[in-house]
């Protein structure tokens, strides 16, 4: 089993950042790959970012140069810094894990462990 814990969302306006934490407990066999979701309502979930085998970074094309992806591993800590924050990243981000990235980029996006979630809203 594995735990995800996040952290860090709020309030933010246009051009504002935000850095969300994930502290990971349990079986690290099963999170070899860790990364972020992301959900708007009304809208499908998406993949975000994904790190593999702690080095292989991936992220879906509208937060590239924006978002950065990192591990702590000393921590047990996820994280994603999120720089010029724009209206559409408002979503609730769920930290999640598995053996690989592939449910962050093939549907049905359903990766073996998740978090609680944080909520992100940013303002106009």
């Known amino acids: 089993q594995v735990q995800l814990v996040e952290s860090g969302g709020g309030l933010m306006q246009t051009g504002g950042s935000l850095r969300l934490s994930c502290v990971a407990s349990?079986?690290?066999?099963?999170?070899?790959?860790m990364g972020w979701f992301r959900q708007a309502p009304g809208k499908e979930r998406e993949g975000v970012a994904s790190?593999?085998?702690?080095?292989?970074?991936t992220y879906t094309a509208s937060v590239k140069g924006r978002f950065t992806i990192s591990q702590d591993n000393s921590k047990n800590t996820l994280y994603l810094q999120m720089n010029s924050l724009k209206p559409e990243d408002t979503a609730m981000y769920y930290c999640?894990?598995?053996?690989?990235?592939?449910?962050?980029?093939?549907?049905?996006?359903?990766?073996?462990?998740w978090g609680q979630g944080t909520q992100v809203t940013v303002s106009s």
């Open positions: 349990g079986n690290s066999a099963s999170r070899n790959c």
């Open positions: 999640a894990a598995d053996q690989s990235c592939r449910q962050w980029w093939s549907p049905p996006h359903t990766p073996s462990y």
């Open positions: 790190i593999l085998s702690g080095r292989i970074i």
